[in-house]
């Protein structure tokens, strides 16, 4: 009977670190595929306010993920103001769309393409770039 039970207590030992390390491992791959998003996007961008009128063809965004969430930071060239900590969510494994998107507010980045069409407080962003 002892015999038995020591048997078992390893062979459960045995299979709940296997479980442990297949469970890290898929953490991991999970974080490399959303730092994928993450860099430097080139095409068109654009941003209107009361104040400002930017149109280019040769802007630019920076795109980075927020430490430990599902929030990214969208920083565009050309003096233009940043979109911060915009929650999205994951739909494949090369798209992330901004969670609650609609008509006018929109964010997503899919396979090396990122397109944006976002209005707050009177404040209009649009890009179409790539990598």
């Known amino acids: 009977m002892q015999k038995t039970i020591k048997t078992l207590g390893i062979f459960m030992l045995v299979i709940f670190t296997a479980i442990s390390f297949s469970s890290c491992s898929n953490d991991e791959e999970d974080l490399i595929k959303d730092d994928a998003f993450a860099g430097i996007y080139k095409g068109s961008v654009s941003y209107k306010d009361a104040d400002k009128d930017i149109t280019t063809t040769e802007g630019s965004i920076f795109v980075?993920?927020?430490?430990?969430?599902?929030?990214?930071?969208?920083?565009?060239?050309?003096?233009?103001?940043?979109?911060?900590?915009?929650?999205?969510?994951?739909?494949?494994?090369?798209?992330?769309?901004?969670?609650?998107?609609?008509?006018?507010?929109?964010?997503?980045?899919?396979?090396?393409?990122?397109?944006?069409?976002?209005?707050?407080?009177?404040?209009?962003?649009?890009?179409?770039?790539?990598?």
């Open 64 to 131: 980075t993920k927020v430490v430990s969430d599902k929030k990214y930071n969208f920083a565009f060239s050309n003096d233009i103001p940043a979109l911060n900590e915009i929650d999205v969510e994951k739909t494949g494994d090369k798209t992330l769309v901004m969670v609650g998107s609609n008509a006018t507010a929109y964010v997503r980045v899919e396979n090396n393409e990122i397109k944006i069409a976002y209005t707050k407080d009177g404040k209009t962003w649009t890009a179409n770039c790539k990598r």
